[in-house]
């Protein structure tokens, strides 16, 4: 059962980094369009 729970860690950390680079390029998008 340990290594799932890594397993999960693994992901969560993935999907916050997801996240993280879609909020840049969502806010970048309007940076420019505001421009």
Known sequence: MAGVEVLFG???EHLGD???LVKAN???IF???SL
């Open 31 to 33: 940076s420019r369009r």
């Open 18 to 20: 997801l996240r993280l």
């Open 10 to 12: 693994m992901l969560a």
């Open 26 to 28: 969502i806010s970048s």
